[in-house]
């Protein structure tokens, strides 16, 4: 009984082992560090208006580009920029998981690429994202003008209901009350519309014409 006990034991140890080593392998592979790499100037700046608008970190957006190798070796595989644009680049320091660092080099040592060539290839995933995101910078840009029309006409309308009744009416208090809500709301997204207008400005022309 002992022995079957002792050998219970032991496969739980050996089951439990390598589980302890995956979950540790894993939280490594989390880990941020920091790498640098040339990139064009309209490629930086797509990173960090897509970050901003998403509402994450540049470090999610290089997480999400650069684990999928099979895109990766996809981007490895098409040509290059041409030499003479290469030379417009930039250096650029971002903040990237080990996982994420680790699958760029693999990949680009296999291909024999360079790294910023594939991520430069890569960002192209971000693109339909990006235009989803204009679409929808668009639309609300149509909606605030639309609030704040309505915002103002009911400004105007509590200006009447003052004249009528008095200021200290308890109507014209209480929609006075709605009104200053209906203001703060206004400017929480005013607030989100100018966060946008960065997708806007944006010109694609500038990151395309790098692309062959």
């Known amino acids: 009984m002992n022995d079957s006990i002792k050998n219970d034991s032991v496969k739980e140890s050996e089951t439990d082992t390598p589980?302890?080593?995956?979950?540790?392998?894993?939280?490594?592979?989390?880990?941020s560090v920091r790498a640098t790499f040339r990139l064009y100037p309209a490629t930086v700046e797509l990173i960090s208006i897509l970050a901003a608008q998403l509402g994450i970190k540049q470090k999610s957006l290089f997480d999400y580009l650069m684990e999928d190798?099979?895109?990766?070796?996809a981007a490895a595989?098409?040509?290059p920029p041409e030499p003479a644009t290469k030379e417009q680049r930039i250096q650029k320091t971002f903040v990237v998981s080990q996982r994420s660092l680790a699958a760029l080099d693999?990949?680009?040592?296999?291909?024999?690429a360079s790294r910023n060539d594939l991520i430069e290839k890569s960002i192209q995933r971000l693109l339909p994202v990006f235009e989803k995101e204009r679409i929808r910078q668009q639309q609300r840009t149509k909606a605030l003008s639309?609030?704040?029309?309505?915002?103002?006409?009911?400004?105007?309308?509590?200006?009447?209901?003052?004249?009528?009744?008095?200021?200290?009416?308890?109507l014209y208090q209480s929609l006075a009350r709605v009104m200053d809500a209906y203001g703060k709301a206004v400017a929480d997204i005013r607030k989100q519309v100018d966060k946008g207008k960065r997708?806007?400005?944006?010109?694609?022309?500038d990151l395309e014409r790098y692309q062959p």
């Not at 302890?20 to 592979?29: H, K, R, V």
């Not at 006409?153 to 209901?161: E, I, P």
């Open 19 to 31: 589980l302890q080593f995956t979950g540790i392998a894993d939280l490594l592979g989390k880990k």
């Open 146 to 170: 639309r609030i704040a029309v309505h915002f103002n006409q009911g400004k105007a309308l509590m200006d009447d209901v003052k004249a009528m009744v008095g200021e200290d009416d308890t």
């Open 77 to 79: 595989e098409s040509r």
């Open 69 to 73: 190798e099979a895109a990766l070796h």
């Open 199 to 205: 997708l806007s400005e944006f010109s694609l022309d």
């Open 106 to 112: 693999t990949v680009a040592k296999h291909a024999a």
